[in-house]
């Protein structure tokens, strides 16, 4: 069982920034594709018309690349996952280790590939919904039209900034979903809190760490609910307590 105190060494489970930085990557590409569909219809007879409708039809059209971006990100996430748990496996009794090797996370990562394609739809989505939200305003005078445009031109900047929150989230979720998995599988009630250790940690969750959380009762924090690295922006990890046989 780790030690609920703190660990004597650099967590196994620790999550992945190469990982992060890699989806993240990913992500820009679409942020940057919202941007030049949006800049590329500025000015045209019922341009924010025609802005949201090529942005629903990039969505469409996306879909192929978004599962192949979601599976090679979540195979990556199930490696990792699987090699924290090698890396671990002197603790674990010769039956556990049996029973690691035979859990079943066919289905989890099944549906962390659906999410991720989902959200990956949504950037260009949300940018529509934005557009068309904007041009609404304009149209029942809800603002000057000069400012309308300029804030339908920085469509491509909130991409990017949600594309950047999806990626810093989801890293975290993904890998939460697959150590809880392998946890469950041999038994294991729950995991030590653990956080990235740093000035920019919130303070309820720098309250969290060292602490027991059992795997079937995530708390809530800031009016959020989730496991470690499950909620949003939150870079914290679960280290699974192990059962002794």
Known sequence: MFDRAGPSKKSAFIRSKKAER???????????????????????????????????????AVEPWAIS??????????????????????????????????????KVVQALIDEQVTYIKSLPLE????VQKLALNAATGGG???????????????????????????????SEALTEARALSIGS??????TAKDSDVRHSHKM???????WGSPPTLDGLTGHAGAVPNCRCYPEPVIPQS
């Open 69 to 106: 971006v979601a599976s090679r990100m979540v195979a990556e996430i199930d490696a990792r996952d699987k090699a924290s748990w090698r890396s671990v496996s002197e603790t674990i009794s010769k039956g556990l280790r049996d029973e690691l090797r035979n859990a079943s996370t066919g």
């Open 189 to 194: 009630e729950g995991y030590i809190w653990r």
């Open 127 to 130: 940018a529509a919904q934005r």
């Open 22 to 60: 890699a989806y993240q990557s990913q992500l820009l590409k679409v942020a940057r594709n919202v941007d030049q569909i949006v800049r590329s219809l500025k000015g045209q007879p019922g341009y924010a018309d025609k802005i949201a409708a090529s942005l629903e039809r990039y969505a469409a």
């Open 208 to 214: 969290m760490e060292g602490k027991f959380v059992a």
């Open 144 to 174: 000057r039209a000069d400012d309308i445009v300029s804030a339908i031109m920085k469509t491509g900047d909130v991409t990017k900034s949600r594309a950047k929150m999806i990626a810093r989230t989801e890293i975290g979720r993904a």
